[in-house]
């Protein structure tokens, strides 16, 4: 009975963290969806997910059974002084996937500054296959420090060696964690797509918030790949760090819209005494 309390209470522990490390990944999905046709946007958000928790899945077993080799340096930076690394599956995955997300988080403010009519949008709209695609190999690179973490959750370590030991018991609970999480993000993806196409600002937002998760994932990367630069070492973004640059970007856009909304206000009072 203090086994069966013990998965249940792990594996509500898993699933809000996935359903926590998921909101970034909300925030991508609804942009990568917007490129596609109206029609087919929730299409795409909730077959995206849906693929996308089968293959994590997937690599959770595949992280489970090669956990050591995923941890394995496979290419080295070795020029003392200038620049040093030992790149693992790992470090490689989280840091490109995080450059990535910069990446896209700079062409989405471009365009968008760049855009004459934002309701009259005529970015070239990508295929729903593309889309999907996007979706996908983004869930598993968000998803890849969070089953990194159930696994160290859910798992015990070995006494001798410290590596953690995994049982049938705890990759039910890590896979169920993982359909229950998704399934919240389907139910969540709609919902978070249309407040954004509702609240046009809290776009703007939503865009500064992924290039924020960009680099809080290429200086993750970064420091599990020990890379340094003229002697000077990558360091991980804090987790609190990361909370606070978030809830100052939000204070700061809560703040700016209802001012935005008092100066309007104003130069209509303007407007109607000069009339």
Not at 58 to 74: M, T
Request: charged residues 20%.
């Amino acid at each position: 009975m203090d086994n069966l309390a013990h998965h249940l209470f792990t594996l509500l522990m898993l699933t809000l963290l996935q359903a926590v490390l998921g909101f970034d990944n909300l925030l991508y999905i609804s942009i990568e969806s917007k490129r596609v046709q109206p029609d087919k946007q929730s299409f795409v958000r909730k077959w995206g997910i849906g693929l996308a928790i089968l293959l994590r899945i997937v690599l959770l077993f595949i992280v489970v059974g090669a956990i050591e080799k995923f941890q394995a340096p496979f290419f080295s930076l070795a020029y003392e002084g200038i620049v040093e690394a030992a790149f693992n599956v790992h470090s490689f995955i989280v840091l490109m996937g995080g450059a990535f997300v910069i990446y896209t988080a700079i062409k989405e403010i471009s365009h968008m500054l760049a855009v004459d009519e934002i309701e009259h949008d005529d970015q070239k709209k990508n295929s729903v296959g593309k889309a999907m695609f996007w979706i996908v190999v983004m869930n598993l690179v968000f998803s890849f420090d969070s089953i990194l973490s159930a696994i160290a959750l859910a798992g015990r370590k070995d006494e001798v060696t410290g590596a953690p030991i995994i049982d049938t018991a705890a990759m039910v609970v890590m896979s169920l964690a993982i359909v229950f999480s998704g399934l919240m993000m389907i139910l969540m993806a709609d919902r978070v797509a249309e407040f954004l196409k509702r609240n046009r600002l809290f776009e703007v937002l939503g865009l500064f918030i992924l290039f924020i998760v960009g680099i809080m994932l290429v200086s993750e990367g970064g420091h599990l790949a020990h890379l340094s630069f003229f002697g000077h070492p990558v360091e991980a973004m804090e987790k609190s760090t990361f909370y606070f640059v978030i809830a100052v970007l939000v204070v700061v856009d809560l703040a700016q819209g209802r001012f935005q909304k008092k100066l309007l206000a104003q130069k209509q009072r303007e407007i109607a005494t000069k009339h």
